[in-house]
Nanobody, 119 residues
Framework: QVHLVESGGGLVQPGGSLTLSCGASGISFSFYTVAWYCQAPGRQRDLVAS???????NYADSVKGRFAISRDNAKKTMFLQMNSLKPEDTAVYYC?????????????WGQGTQVTVSS
C-alpha cells in the first residue's frame, strides 16, 4: 500500500520561510518524478515545482527564485523549501509522486498541508 505523508505546513508572516516534507512508502521512490502542487480556495490545483528521478526541475513562474524542491531517495522523502513567502502563496499544498510507464501511469498524492501567509 502506498502512502505519502506531508508535514511542515503552518502560519508564517510575509517574507518568512517554511519547509514542507513528504515521506513516501510502498513505492520505488527513486524512479518517480516528485512534485508539489497548491490549491487555494475556489481555485484549481496548480503545479508549484517538480523534480524528476534524473534531477530535472521545473518551477511555476510565481515561485522561481523563492522555492526549491529537493529529494532524499535513501529516506524516500521530498522537500519544498519556501522562502520570501507572500500572502498569495496561501494554499493547501499537496505532494505528488508519478511514474509514467509504457502501459500505465502510477500517480499518488499526499493528504495536503495548509500553508497560510499572513501578518
Amino acid at each position: 500500500q502506498v502512502h505519502l505523508v506531508e508535514s511542515g505546513g503552518g502560519l508564517v508572516q510575509p517574507g518568512g520561510s517554511l519547509t514542507l516534507s513528504c515521506g513516501a512508502s510502498g513505492i520505488s521512490f527513486s524512479f518517480y518524478t516528485v512534485a508539489w502542487y497548491c490549491q487555494a480556495p475556489g481555485r484549481q490545483r496548480d503545479l508549484v515545482a517538480s523534480l524528476s528521478g534524473g534531477g530535472t526541475t521545473n518551477y511555476a513562474d510565481s515561485v522561481k527564485g523563492r522555492f526549491a524542491i529537493s529529494r532524499d531517495n535513501a529516506k524516500k522523502t521530498m522537500f519544498l523549501q519556501m522562502n520570501s513567502l507572500k500572502p498569495e502563496d496561501t494554499a493547501v499544498y499537496y505532494c505528488n509522486a508519478r511514474l509514467v510507464g509504457s502501459s500505465r501511469t502510477n500517480d499518488f498524492w499526499g493528504q495536503g498541508t495548509q500553508v497560510t501567509v499572513s501578518s
